[in-house]
């Protein structure tokens, strides 16, 4: 069966009856969104503020292929797991994005029996989250050009307007264009564009947020532009930061549903991880750890991104730190990392596989050795994996300094990650040191990138065109003490989306870098790397249909 007919077959229970049964909530902690849904009071956290925190495992993986990881799916079936070896755990994960949902991604609620339910909810709208927030974007987009066409106060030159529009959707076409056409009545002519919704500050500032308090200040210290005498402007001098929380009130709160098994989920937020900081809300985090022993989160794509700005961006602003990290890789993806074709991925190669394994020694040790984590391996079983290939990797992690656990989570659901449950379970009960950050709040920006650059991605030298280095040294005499977030293809450790494996010795190009001030960091923009996807000739969308009894099919 596929992920969605797996999904309109699961049981699933009344929202108000698991948050009672399994995490202790009264009816009026909860906003149901109809049975199966609902969105959590944030009055939670005042009322469980003397709880001690569960623990907190990280979830990620080795650089991303087509062949697939299943980070998703692996941190669902993990926390399945664990509640099945009778540890009280509560996974925490991203709202998908409809972009890659109708492009080449398809659906993102987890894979096979370990998935998180009502399926087709959770990748269509589902709380109206994602709406919530391209609205309060783009209410600040239209206040900007209404402020300079009644009269400009703020002397806002228009060539330097920061704050560009946002839409969920993967439309190419919106890249650049031209707004204010038509007259004087339409506005005032300028160059603008659009970016997908998950590359939003408001994005940003709404996962980072701890409050609806923090969520309209940083709002309000939005960076929209420049005067004309280059005086830097910001959202709450025009008054519009009010307005913007008022649209995220509701969304802010936690948004509460199942796994297939029947098992609390958080999914709450989803910046996208290559161009933004990729990790679940910081409220949703911060109350899972509240409500539950052991707290199941991942970070997108592979641990060069998403890991490192979960512990750089989220971990420094939110004051929460992993207990260890899980990383996910496949038999199939460390043969692409190893130089084989997509249609040579089925068959055995194991000098392609210990090829490939670079690819996940290079993530090991800068979880281990550069962040100070603990680590376990998680090999996310395919059909068509051989034992030979399993053990090569079994015995490669055991020299890396870690251990591999076979999981089928995919096709059995918990039971498939018992032995990694058990595994996760021994690890958390020893003694551990603290997760390190990188690098310092001090240390200036462009030091930053190269920090994050050269002991991450293995890169031998950072370059960039002198007006860029001329942008950095400006922003950093200001806001030298944020953290950067990188933004650069997923696929690679390199800026090179064709350099598999372990890339080392290369360049590693800055584009651009762009002050997220409400956010609180800098993104730098590496290679070609795009803020509004486009689709594939074949997108997902062509197989995504409703029939007359209003079953979907094809999401996923």
Same mark, same amino acid.
């Given at each position: ?53 569960? =623990? ?8 991303? /292929? ?13 926390s399945d797991a664990l509640n099945r070896i009778g540890k009280q755990s509560l996974v925490c994960v991203r709202e998908p994005s409809m972009g890659p949902c109708f492009g080449l991604k398809g659906g993102a609620a987890g894979g096979g029996y370990a998935q998180v339910v009502p399926m087709e909810d959770i990748n269509l709208h589902f709380t109206g989250d994602f709406h919530a927030i391209a609205s309060a974007h783009n209410l600040l987009a239209a206040m900007i050009d209404n402020h300079i066409h009644h009269g400009n106060e703020l002397q806002l030159d228009a060539r330097k307007i920061a704050w560009q529009r946002v839409v969920d959707m993967n439309d190419r076409a919106l890249r650049d264009i031209v707004v204010g056409m038509g007259g004087t009545a339409n506005g005032f002519l300028r160059q603008d564009r659009f970016d997908i919704v998950v590359a939003s500050e408001v994005m940003a500032i709404f996962c980072l947020s701890n409050s609806l308090h923090e969520l309209k200040q940083r709002l309000g210290d939005i960076l929209i532009g420049y005067s004309t005498d280059g005086t830097p402007r910001y959202a709450h001098e025009i008054k519009a930061h009010? $307005?913007? $929380? ?7 709160? *936690? ?15 989803? *910046? ?21 022993? @052991? ?74 050795? !550069?962040?100070? %984590? ?14 030979? !290939? ?12 870690? !251990? ?34 990188? @690098? ?24 960039? !065109? ?20 990188? $933004? ?14 372990? $890339?080392?010795?290369?360049? %590693? ?21 795009? /803020?509004?996807?486009?689709?594939? =000739? ?12 209003? /079953? ?5």
């Amino acid at each position: 069966m596929s992920d969605i007919q797996i999904a309109q077959q699961a049981t699933m229970q009344e929202v108000s009856q698991l948050a009672e049964q399994r995490l202790g909530l009264a009816p009026q902690h909860l906003e149901p969104y109809g049975r199966y849904k609902a969105k959590v009071s944030l009055d939670v956290m005042t009322e469980m503020a003397d709880r001690p925190d569960g =623990k907190l495992i990280l979830v990620t993986a080795i650089s991303p /292929t087509p062949a697939g990881e299943g980070k998703t799916t692996t941190t669902i079936g993990l926390s399945d797991a664990l509640n099945r070896i009778g540890k009280q755990s509560l996974v925490c994960v991203r709202e998908p994005s409809m972009g890659p949902c109708f492009g080449l991604k398809g659906g993102a609620a987890g894979g096979g029996y370990a998935q998180v339910v009502p399926m087709e909810d959770i990748n269509l709208h589902f709380t109206g989250d994602f709406h919530a927030i391209a609205s309060a974007h783009n209410l600040l987009a239209a206040m900007i050009d209404n402020h300079i066409h009644h009269g400009n106060e703020l002397q806002l030159d228009a060539r330097k307007i920061a704050w560009q529009r946002v839409v969920d959707m993967n439309d190419r076409a919106l890249r650049d264009i031209v707004v204010g056409m038509g007259g004087t009545a339409n506005g005032f002519l300028r160059q603008d564009r659009f970016d997908i919704v998950v590359a939003s500050e408001v994005m940003a500032i709404f996962c980072l947020s701890n409050s609806l308090h923090e969520l309209k200040q940083r709002l309000g210290d939005i960076l929209i532009g420049y005067s004309t005498d280059g005086t830097p402007r910001y959202a709450h001098e025009i008054k519009a930061h009010g $307005a913007m $929380a008022a649209l995220l009130k509701e969304a802010l709160k *936690p948004n509460l549903v199942q796994t297939l098994e029947n098992n609390p989920a958080f999914v709450h937020g989803g *910046p996208f991880a290559n161009i933004a900081h990729g990790c679940n809300s910081v409220v949703s985090t911060k109350m899972a750890l509240k409500l539950s022993d @052991y707290v199941v989160t991942e970070a997108g794509f592979g641990a060069d991104l998403g890991a490192e700005k979960f512990i750089n961006i989220k971990c420094r602003k939110a004051g929460i730190k992993p207990d260890m990290a899980v990383v996910v890789a496949t038999v199939k993806a460390l043969k692409y990392h190893g130089g084989l074709a997509l249609k040579e991925l089925a068959e055995e190669n194991l000098g392609a596989l210990q090829a490939g394994l670079a690819n996940l020694q290079k993530h090991l040790d800068n979880l281990q050795q !550069e962040f100070g %984590l603990r680590c376990v391996v998680a090999i996310n079983h395919f059909v068509q994996d051989s034992d030979e !290939e399993i053990a090569l990797i079994e015995n490669a992690v055991k020299q890396m300094g870690a !251990e591999a656990i076979l999981a089928r989570h995919w096709a059995e659901g918990g039971a498939g990650a018992e032995a990694l449950a058990h595994k996760v379970v021994a690890m958390l009960e020893q003694d551990s040191t603290a997760c390190d950050f990188l @690098y310092p709040d001090e240390m200036g920006l462009w030091d930053k990138i190269g920090e994050v650059a050269k002991r991450l991605y293995g890169a031998d030298q950072v370059v960039a !065109e002198k007006k860029v280095l001329d942008k950095i040294a400006m922003l950093n005499e200001q806001h030298g003490s944020m953290p950067v977030c990188m $933004a650069k293809t997923p696929y690679s450790f390199s800026s090179d989306a064709a350099l598999r494996g372990a $890339a080392s010795n290369h360049t %590693l190009t800055v584009r651009d870098v762009r002050l997220s001030h409400g956010a609180g960091f800098v993104v730098v923009l590496c290679g070609d790397v795009m /803020t509004m996807p486009g689709l594939p =000739k074949r997108p997902a969308a062509e197989r995504i249909d409703i029939d007359d009894d209003g /079953t979907i099919t094809g999401l996923f």
